[in-house]
């Protein structure tokens, strides 16, 4: 099973309306287990982050499927310890977990601000979604979280140190401007000189040998440290070695086609429909006007499936998945209630984006915007990704009067959500174009 491609693994072992799962070498005396039924191993947080550790599930011969979740569990939140017996590892976990998901979403910001890069920051929320819909446990939604708190501090710690040098350069560049040639100007430019090899220094060997925090505020641990490695004449290799652990754990290539098929995905739908939305330039003209009305209506229903077809695309990490609507179709009568809730909540929290649009701000100071963005889009593909877990995990349908009921309440508040998007045109420092974007599930920008 190892030669297979993560792709192809979770295309195989992703459950279908009256697909079982069986055990590998279909064994006789081999139990068929549904999908639904399956359990899930406690997994062992306390290993390494760089340890593979897969998700497996247990058949009554003993065999075991370790090829459903390859990477799901990367990233995982470890288990919050005792607040009585651990008084202290608890608020240690707490101020970790916050630090962690605050560094995650302003690296998502940053991302998200600089173009084709940002593919990036949409495939990542698309594997979000994707976790959750495979897993629907919250603690798998946060697959850069074991990375993002030491981004994080290399980010701070960096700061931290340049700020005094930059200080001191103003100081110097002021001395210089009143007194050029004085023992103060000499004597700030001698300090500026100095400070910038030592901060440099000591800079790069906290991030050698770790990044943490710990390693910013222990300068002289850090030059005993570097010294040992030279002398075992083994640093350059584990220097390589952790860089491209570092490199492979953030699965770019992953993320970044995961996010470019999931636009062109969404954009497959949306650009027909959007095209006939954005027909209308003159209201007396009644043609104009029964295309715009049309292609709300279409909007209207397809803004109501669009969502839980992409989260199938990115669990599945299959993009003809995207396209599947019967098989979606069927999933919403099984859970009619968590996807009417994942739908209004999903507009909601879109909607007020569009006016960050009005005026756009400079290139260079975008990632504040995206910082918006990205911290209102991220908990809609959670409740997305948990919705579609939990339709795929049931059997039965619920009641067809419940099924109506809900699509009465969602589908007038969607209406109402299209027309809203219609009159952001006219405030959009974009103009038409604005109704292209669609942010909720292309990329979590504003331009």
């Known amino acids: 099973m190892s030669g297979q491609s993560s792709s192809e693994m979770t295309a195989e072992a992703t459950p279908h309306d009256s697909d079982p799962v ?15 039924q399956a359990k899930l191993k406690p997994l062992p947080f306390w290993k390494e982050a760089h340890e593979a550790t897969e998700i497996k599930y247990f058949f009554s011969d003993a065999e075991e499927v370790t090829s459903f979740l390859p990477v799901d569990t990367v990233g995982a939140i470890p288990p919050f310890p005792h607040s009585f017996w651990h008084p202290l ?21 940053v991302i998200a601000a600089i173009p084709l890069v940002n593919f990036l920051a949409l495939g990542y929320l698309l594997e979000v979604e994707g976790r959750m819909a495979r897993t629907g446990r919250l603690r798998f939604a946060f697959p850069l ?7 994080g501090s290399i980010v701070l710690g960096t700061w931290a140190f340049l700020t005094p040098v930059r200080l001191l350069a103003s100081a110097a560049a002021d001395a210089r401007m009143i007194d050029p040639g004085s023992r ?8 500026l000189n100095v400070s910038w090899v030592l901060v440099s220094i000591h800079i790069c060997m906290a991030i050698a040998r770790g990044g943490s925090v710990g390693c910013f505020l222990r300068p002289l641990k850090n030059l005993l440290w570097l010294i040992k490695r030279f002398r075992a004449g ?12 570092f490199i492979a754990a953030m699965r770019m290539k992953h993320h970044f086609w995961l996010g470019v098929r999931g636009f ?4 497959i739908w949306l650009l027909i429909p959007t095209a006939l939305f954005a027909a209308l330039e003159d209201v007396e003209q009644p043609v104009q006007v029964i295309i715009t009305l049309l292609g709300g209506v279409i909007l209207t229903l397809f803004f109501s499936y669009i969502p839980f077809l992409q989260a199938r695309y990115a669990a599945e990490n299959r993009f003809k998945a995207m396209f599947e609507l019967g098989y979606v179709r069927r999933l919403y009568k099984r859970a009619p209630i968590s996807w009417a809730i994942a739908i209004i909540l999903t507009f909601v929290l879109t909607l007020p984006l569009y006016l960050f649009k009005i005026s756009l701000l400079p290139q260079d100071a975008m990632w504040g915007v995206t910082l918006v963005f990205i911290a209102t889009i991220y908990p809609t593909k959670v409740l997305i990704g948990w919705s579609y877990h939990r339709a795929v995990r049931k059997t ?6 419940l099924r109506w009921i809900c699509r009465a309440v969602f589908y007038p508040l969607l209406a109402i959500y299209v027309i809203l998007l219609f009159f952001t045109q006219t405030i959009s420092e974009h103009g038409r174009a604005v109704l292209y974007e669609h942010h909720a599930f292309m990329l979590p920008i504003p331009f």
Do not use: C, K
């Open 184 to 191: 103060a100007d000499i004597a700030y430019h001698i300090g």
């Open 234 to 245: 083994d640093y350059w290799d584990t220097a390589s070695s952790h860089i491209r652990e």
């Open 264 to 267: 062109f995905g969404a954009a």
């Open 145 to 151: 979280l074991d990375l993002a708190p030491r981004i």
């Open 396 to 401: 039965q349908r619920s009641w067809f009067g």
């Open 89 to 109: 590892r608890a608020i240690a976990w707490v101020v970790r977990m916050v630090f962690g998901i605050i560094s995650l979403v302003v690296l998502l910001a």
């Open 22 to 36: 069986e055990a590998p070498n279909n064994r006789e005396g081999a139990e068929v287990v549904e999908f639904e």
